[in-house]
């Protein structure tokens, strides 16, 4: 975002949550902080740089997105429909539980 911003495209972050950073306290394994950094922190910084660049951020779910024409539609749960001629499509990741015992009790 903030690179888009700094060359006038007007981005806009839409994001539901914070993803896997909301089921930690500290990311001991992103670049720049060697003593780690508190993953609220993390995501306040972020946002932060982004928007001081110009990038605007809206908080909703996506309940689709609409490929098949331009400029593309993406439809959050709060009922707002936004067009764009560009979408970079991020979906996040989730933890793979192996199933041992105990696993789910020691997070």
């Known amino acids: 975002a903030p690179s888009a911003a700094g060359a ?9 949550d914070f993803g896997q950073l909301e089921g930690t ?3 001991d394994n992103y670049p720049g902080f060697p ?7 993390m995501v306040q910084r972020f946002e932060k740089q982004a928007t001081r660049f110009g990038a605007q951020i809206k ?9 098949t024409c331009r400029p593309f539609k993406v439809y959050c749960e709060d009922g707002e429909v936004m067009t764009s001629s560009a979408i970079i ?6 933890p793979r539980w192996l199933g041992a015992p105990g696993e789910k009790e020691l997070l």
Do not use: K, M, Y
């Open 25 to 27: 306290s500290t990311v």
């Open 35 to 41: 003593e780690g950094i508190d993953a609220v922190d």
């Open 89 to 94: 499509i991020a979906t996040g990741a989730s």
């Open 59 to 67: 908080w909703c779910g996506i309940e689709r997105v609409d490929l």
């Open 8 to 16: 006038d495209l007007e981005p806009l972050v839409v994001a539901r």
